[in-house]
């Protein structure tokens, strides 16, 4: 197959799309197939790059690390048109996404969008929440993935909101995957985490809490900050280690210090991605309590990484975090510091074959085989939409069954 992305977000902007969007192109590219991303220009780009078609873009309102597309729709079809593409899938609901759309509207192929975002979680970034409510989300999601031939839910949590939503296209949960050797690491010595923890100012015999992610108000990091003393009351040699960058790191900074708590808070701003998978291994245990994320690469990466985790539980993560080995999901924000302290206290080891049985489940690999099926059960919807029959799951499968079957005579 010949596939076009449609993204308003990719590198050299970091995020958890760009490092999903990658992912996926190389995996479905050792499956044999051809990836092409149409995204948004941006200042800090390589000029010349394979596969990869920029539009012209502006900073978005309220992020302005982030762009957005604004013209190029003839651009981007004829382009389209003269790579043959079979498929076209999406990844935002703005300017990218519309072009996609439209892009295979014309060439009349099918468009699978991922619900990446979970936008009624920002809304307090245009005017404070004050313009845009969640009925409007509500209105414009279900409109705009309705319109596509299959969406891609990379959690039960998605699924769950796009049905509120209204949405009534064919969805299937296909959870990131991560490439895992990026995690593994048996280059990584105790020598070199030892240093980091030192540069770190942690020493051996303390516990390092490692947070790592957008500092932004929803991501929710003030609730482990604001419940770190009771932390430190039951384990005084707990140190928190914040890892990342964000409009909302002031903010942090000023509450550990209002809570007498700096000498026990270190942030260090954003770390290089090759460095991160050393973050991972020198910490003792990871902690988050977003509740923003459609699923969150970083509990796959420190699961890889053989890091115990305490986070904020919801419908993915409660399954993802199933063994207790692994870590511990807790129900509400302030449940956090309880959850964490009775966890570390019962110093349970981690178990090698629940570790192995999950990293087949969010490997790289898997992803894009799910991915490849996915798709090719929407081509068969579509070319049965587009015969006017009707298509529903049972007839796709029986039809792709028999192409199946076909093609390997």
């Known amino acids: 197959m010949r596939i076009g992305f449609f993204t308003d977000t ?16 190389i995996e479905l590219e050792k499956l044999g197939h051809e990836v092409y991303i149409f995204t948004t220009t941006d200042p800090d780009a390589l000029e010349l790059e394979k ?6 873009s502006v900073p978005f309102v309220s992020f302005k690390d982030r762009r957005i597309v604004v013209r190029g729709m003839w651009f981007a079809y004829q382009v389209a048109k003269d790579l043959q ?18 892009v295979a509207n014309r060439l009349e192929i099918p468009v699978i969008h991922t619900y990446h975002t979970m936008y009624e979680d920002y809304l307090h970034y245009i005017a404070n929440g004050k313009v845009v409510r969640p009925g409007a989300v509500k209105y414009f999601i279900g409109r705009f993935v309705n319109h596509s031939t299959g969406v891609v839910c990379p959690s039960e949590r998605v699924v769950n909101t796009l049905k509120r939503y209204d949405v009534n296209i064919p969805m299937k949960v296909i959870p990131t995957g991560i490439d895992i050797k990026q995690y593994l690491r048996p280059d990584i010595t105790k020598e070199m985490t030892d240093q980091l923890r030192l540069d770190l100012g942690i020493s051996s015999d303390e516990i390092m809490a490692l947070s790592l ?5 929803e991501k929710n990091i003030q609730v482990i900050v604001k419940q770190f003393p009771e ?13 990342g960058k964000g409009p909302y790191r ?10 007498n708590i700096s000498k026990s808070v270190v942030f260090t701003g954003e770390v290089p991605h090759e460095n991160v998978s050393l973050y991972y291994h020198a910490a003792d245990y990871f902690v988050s309590a977003s509740t923003s994320e459609t699923q969150g690469l970083t509990y796959a ?3 890889a990484s053989g890091l115990q985790c305490c986070v904020e539980g919801n419908e993915y993560l409660n399954q993802l975090f199933d063994k207790p080995s692994l ?8 449940d956090f510091a309880k959850t964490f302290i009775e966890y570390v206290q019962r110093n349970i080891s981690l178990n090698t074959s629940d570790r192995a049985q999950k990293l087949k489940e969010i490997s790289a690999e898997k992803f894009g085989e799910d991915m490849q099926d996915f798709y090719q059960e929407m081509l068969v919807h579509y070319q049965l939409e587009t015969e006017n029959k009707t298509a529903p799951v049972e007839k796709v499968r029986m039809k792709l069954t028999s192409l199946k079957n076909s093609n390997s005579k």
Do not use: C, W
Request: proline share 4%; aromatic share 8%; net charge negative.
């Open 10 to 25: 990719y590198f050299p902007q970091v995020s958890g799309v760009s490092t999903s969007i990658r992912t996926l192109k």
């Open 51 to 56: 596969d990869i078609v920029r539009m012209p």
């Open 85 to 102: 593409l079979d498929l076209i899938h999406t990844h935002t609901e703005f300017g990218a996404g519309f072009l996609g759309k439209m």
């Open 213 to 217: 992610s957008r500092i932004s108000y």
């Open 231 to 243: 932390v430190l009351e039951a384990l005084p040699n707990v140190r928190l280690v914040i890892v």
């Open 250 to 259: 002031k903010d942090l900074e000023e509450m550990a210090e209002d809570l």
């Open 301 to 303: 990466e420190a699961i």
């Open 327 to 334: 870590g511990v999901t807790y129900k509400n924000d302030q």
